[in-house]
């Protein structure tokens, strides 16, 4: 069974950094095929993608974010980690991990996490 | 980047209704597209890829259509657990998005 779970603070103040960690279960981040995304919610609004790591540890940014952003993994404690420098107010959103399966469906998101809902806020 | 839009934004049907949702790209994604559903408070769920390839698992009353940039997701006899928001997403770039969302209620 494939499980994914955000991880991290609730709760950060404007230009602090926010690091976020998806454990995974039933597969593995060095399976060829596989990879993990960062997608974020804001209260009320649309699924807005930020990052992905592959298998062979290439990572993909959104522009927007990319100045922002770093996505890594340790696949010894099947974890993926998110880091977002500088957060304000505008970055408040439910944040969510996923998994993408490369040999079967392409750069979309088969199994989620439930998210954490992460507020800017001082 | 590629800009995702869908129609209509809310759509207000009733149980056993047919229901079509329109997504466009901004330039041509096929075949690399996917629609997902989302409940309030929930993580969204993948319901067909590569436009038309429904998941393992979803009700054969969905169905995807479309090619280069117009998809549709169809819902044949709509169900109550069916109410939901969708989002289509694009895949055909290392930077996938998804469009701003249509929200399915009850009539």
């Known amino acids: 069974q494939v499980t994914l779970k955000e991880s991290g603070p609730v709760l950060v103040k404007p230009t602090e950094t926010l690091t976020l960690t998806c454990t995974v279960s039933?597969?593995?981040?060095?399976?060829?095929?596989?990879?993990v995304s960062w997608i974020r919610q804001p209260p009320g609004k649309a699924l807005e993608w930020l990052a992905h790591i592959f298998s062979n540890d290439e990572k993909s940014y959104s522009p927007s974010l990319k100045s922002r952003l770093t996505i890594s993994k340790d696949t010894s404690k099947s974890q993926v980690v998110l880091t977002m420098i500088n957060v304000a107010h505008v970055d408040t959103a439910t944040y969510f991990c996923?998994?993408?399966?490369?040999?079967?469906?392409?750069?979309?998101?088969?199994?989620w996490g439930q998210g954490i809902l992460v507020t800017v806020s001082s | 980047d590629i800009q995702m839009t869908q129609s209509p934004s809310t759509l207000s049907a009733s149980v056993g209704d047919r229901v079509t949702i329109t997504c466009r790209a901004s330039?041509?994604?096929?075949?690399?597209l996917a629609w997902y559903q989302q409940k309030p408070g929930k993580a969204p769920k993948l319901i067909i890829y590569?436009?038309?390839t429904l998941k393992s698992g979803v009700p054969s009353r969905f169905s995807g259509t479309g090619a280069g940039t117009e998809f549709t997701l169809t819902v044949s006899s709509l169900q109550p657990d069916d109410f939901a928001t969708y989002y289509c997403q694009h895949y055909n770039t290392n930077f996938p998005t998804f469009g701003p969302g249509t929200k399915v209620d009850i009539k």
């Open positions: 996923a998994r993408s399966d490369l040999s079967v469906a392409g750069l979309c998101f088969d199994s």
């Open positions: 039933g597969f593995s981040l060095n399976d060829a095929v596989m990879g």
């Open positions: 590569k436009a038309s």
């Open positions: 330039q041509s994604v096929s075949p690399w």
